[in-house]
Structure formats: structure tokens, C-alpha cells
């Protein structure tokens, strides 16, 4: 049975750091490529960023482009988000994603296995 377990998250100033992370347990975890989104209040589902299985190939949304990073650690079955430069409209409820593929990802991809989220929030 697959799972994924966020971990991470938490209050920030604006203009802070957070790092999230994923473990994924019960899957051949590089085979599968592995997704970050995030879903505010009242609003929908969004992408945040993607990374291949082998960590070669990344995407990110354009609004957080330039200050977050997605990576992974296949030895540990662990995918990260590091977050820079927060700012207030990132705040969230961050998820983490699975998609068995070894082909790109992009933010249309559908991913499989979602984690139950952990909430980020960034003040002002």
C-alpha cells in the first residue's frame, strides 16, 4: 500500500524558510516521479512543482519559480520542498504526489497517490 507522509510545515514570517518533506512508503520510489501542490482556502488544487524519478528533470509553477526547489533523495524515499522568500499568498495546505512514470511531468500530469497534506502558513 502506497503512502506518502508530509512533514514540515508550520508559521513563517513573510519572507521566511520552510522546508517540507515526503516519505513515501511502499513503493519502488524510483519509479516514480513526484509532485508538490498546495490548495488554499476557498480556492482549488494548484501545482507547485515536479521532479522526475531520477531527480534530472524539475518544473515549477511560475509563481513560485525562483524561490522554491523540488528534490529528492532516492536512498531515503524522501522528496523536498525547500521554500525561500515566503510570502503571505503561499500560505496553504501543501500536498505530495505520486505518479509512477520514468517520462516528464508536467502540471497536467495525473498523479496517483496524494499524502493527507501539511499546512503552511505565512504571516505578514
Known amino acids: 500500500q502506497v503512502q506518502l507522509v508530509e512533514s514540515g510545515g508550520g508559521l513563517v514570517q513573510a519572507g521566511g524558510s520552510l522546508r517540507l518533506s515526503c516519505a513515501a512508503s511502499?513503493?519502488?520510489?524510483?519509479?516514480?516521479?513526484m509532485g508538490w501542490f498546495r490548495q488554499a482556502p476557498g480556492k482549488e488544487r494548484d501545482f507547485v512543482a515536479a521532479i522526475n524519478w531520477s531527480g534530472s528533470s524539475t518544473y515549477y509553477a511560475d509563481s513560485v519559480k525562483g524561490r522554491f526547489t523540488i528534490s529528492r533523495d532516492n536512498a531515503k524515499n524522501v522528496v523536498y520542498l525547500q521554500m525561500n522568500s515566503l510570502q503571505p499568498e503561499d500560505t496553504a495546505v501543501y500536498y505530495c504526489?505520486?505518479?509512477?512514470?520514468?517520462?516528464?511531468?508536467?502540471?497536467?500530469?495525473?498523479?496517483?497517490?496524494w499524502g493527507q497534506g501539511t499546512q503552511v502558513t505565512v504571516s505578514s
Open positions: 504526489a505520486a505518479v509512477r512514470t520514468r517520462t516528464k511531468v508536467v502540471p497536467t500530469t495525473a498523479f496517483d497517490y
Open positions: 511502499g513503493v519502488t520510489f524510483s519509479s516514480y516521479a
